[in-house]
């Protein structure tokens, strides 16, 4: 992997797992999501129209179609990621969504996209895959099947992981295909696979007003600086797909995990921050075989 795309991909690691405990303290719902689908709309207004002024009218067909099945993935995984930090702890939904993400995305990369993979690279894959399930609790997360409640919040936790990280390979891979194949802007993706979010966003809005209105009194600062913020990584990534192999920035993506580990824990008051920290190092590691692979 070049150094440029492995920097791009650090950076936007490090603002991921910002704005992620920022969406997991607001604690909101499908509302939410459409709260900084809004904010995004309106922030980056200037960049997006004016990125696109002269690209959007050369679009066909093929680029129409990856554009809005990128953003009704992209509502999908969404809402699923809030409501498992809604009903569990994001150091367990957060690493499994991540972690078994970019496990699918690479095999797509590899079997749908005709990449190729060293074994270095493999072994940089398996050994972020385990560091995930370390940063998600690791032998803890065993600890609690003997008490009701914390079992089924665990297995909430498992489920919204697993279920978030098949739609993050399925975006990764539309997305990749975009970027790459069709060769999209990345600002571009990002920013009208937008409306689409908020054509899907906007109806659950929409049935109950007073109570949207009342979510977004309490909600909006949150909101913003997710709307805000939430693009800038994502559009980092797409970036770095452009110059490496989609199935090395999917996992090298992880690295979100080393600052999850570290914020999450202190930030939110989650235990076993020592089997994370562990955890986190391997994804490093792994990270490390991979700009090497």
């Not at 704005?19 to 922030?43: E, P, Q, S, Y």
């Not at 990345?186 to 109950?208: A, E, H, K, S, W």
């Not at 199935?247 to 089997?275: K, T, W």
């Amino acid at each position: 992997m070049p150094l440029s795309a492995l920097l791009l991909v650090i950076l936007a690691g490090f603002i991921h797992a910002c704005w992620n405990i920022v969406a997991k303290k607001a604690g909101g719902d499908v509302r939410f999501a459409c709260f900084t689908a809004i904010v995004l709309m309106v922030f980056w207004a200037p960049v997006g129209l004016w990125t696109g002024w002269h690209q959007v009218p050369l679009w066909g067909w093929r680029e129409w179609e990856i554009l809005v099945l990128s953003g009704v993935l992209h509502v999908v995984y969404y809402v699923f990621l809030l409501r498992g930090y809604r009903k569990a702890d994001l150091t367990v939904v957060y690493p499994l969504a991540r972690g078994f993400g970019p496990l699918l995305s690479s095999l797509g990369a590899i079997v749908l996209l005709g990449e190729e993979i060293t074994t270095t690279g493999l072994c940089g894959i398996l050994a972020v895959v385990f560091g995930v399930i370390l940063v998600a609790g690791g032998p803890g997360l065993y600890r609690g099947v003997h008490d009701p409640q914390q079992r089924a919040r665990l297995r909430k936790g498992m489920h919204y992981g697993l279920l978030t990280g098949v739609f993050i390979a399925a975006y990764t891979v539309v997305d990749g295909y975009g970027v790459k194949v069709l060769l999209l802007s990345p600002i571009l993706l990002d920013y009208f696979g937008n409306f689409v979010r908020l054509v899907l966003l906007i109806p659950p809005v929409l049935r109950n007003p007073a109570e949207a209105l009342s979510l977004w009194k309490t909600q909006w600062k949150h909101a913003a600086i997710v709307g805000i913020v939430s693009p800038i990584p994502y559009v980092l990534v797409l970036y770095a797909m452009q110059v490496a192999p989609l199935s090395h920035v999917a996992p090298a993506r992880e690295v979100s995990m080393l600052f999850a580990a570290l914020l999450g824990g202190q930030l939110l008051g989650e235990g076993d921050r020592l089997v994370r920290f562990l955890g986190a190092l391997l994804i490093a590691g792994g990270i490390l075989a991979l700009s090497a692979g």
